[in-house]
């Protein structure tokens, strides 16, 4: 049992492995994990699954060794209005 936003709830996690970073995590089963390698370096993208339908909105991203761009501290200003 998880207490979420004062409500106590049950969530199903699923162990998520990707080999290319060598890195191992628990996701919610209605996420969706995509890895993405371009010339700027390497990521692993969590997004929302709702219902069967993808929204890349919430989304969480990982960069290893620290790479974060300038593109990802905008995403990230910008949605602080809206939480």
Sequence with gaps: ???LEGMEGS?????YHSQ???????IVDDM??????????DAMIV?????GKRNRMPKFRYFPKGR????QQKDRMSLRGRL
């Design 1 to 3: 049992m998880i207490i």
């Design 11 to 15: 969530f199903q996690l699923l162990l």
């Design 20 to 26: 290319a970073f060598g890195f191992s995590t628990y």
């Design 32 to 41: 969706v994990v995509e890895e993405a390698s371009s010339g700027e370096g």
């Design 47 to 51: 997004f929302a699954n709702f219902a």
């Design 68 to 71: 974060v761009r300038i593109r």
